[in-house]
């Protein structure tokens, strides 16, 4: 599976954004998805997850109710939606992928065999 991000950059607080995660190599309607942040110096960490038809989703609590996940199967392409943008959310963001379900929920990067090259965020105050 390769993926490719897009639609990171520099943004006020209070700024929306948001990231695509282009897949090929694979029947994109069961691999499993998410996205991860990575800030300077702090590992890895999962954003959203998002199972095979976007009908489970997991949003971790730093986010919720400011991000949204997810897919568009027809396209290969999942989303993150950022809105409300805090200078904490600056990052790296990596789209990750496994094929086979794996239930959204709290994971870590070692549970993803694929990952993007990464899309930086940066939220400026």
């Known amino acids: 599976v390769q993926l490719v991000e897009s639609g990171g950059g520099l943004v006020q607080a209070g700024g929306s954004l948001r990231l695509s995660c282009a897949a090929s190599?694979?029947?994109?309607?069961?691999?499993?998805m998410a996205w991860f942040r990575q800030a300077p110096g702090k590992e890895r960490v999962i954003v959203a997850g998002i199972g095979w038809s976007g009908g489970s989703t997991y949003i971790a609590d730093s986010v919720t109710g400011r991000f949204t996940i997810s897919r568009d199967n027809t396209k290969n392409t999942v989303y993150l939606q950022m809105n409300s943008l805090k200078p904490e959310d600056t990052g790296v963001y990596y789209c990750?992928?496994?094929?086979?379900?794996?239930?959204?929920?709290?994971?870590?990067?070692?549970?993803?065999?694929?990952w993007g090259q990464g899309t930086q965020v940066t939220v400026s105050s």
């Open positions: 190599g694979s029947t994109f309607s069961s691999v499993s």
């Open positions: 990750a992928a496994r094929r086979g379900w794996l239930a959204p929920r709290p994971r870590p990067a070692s549970d993803y065999d694929y």
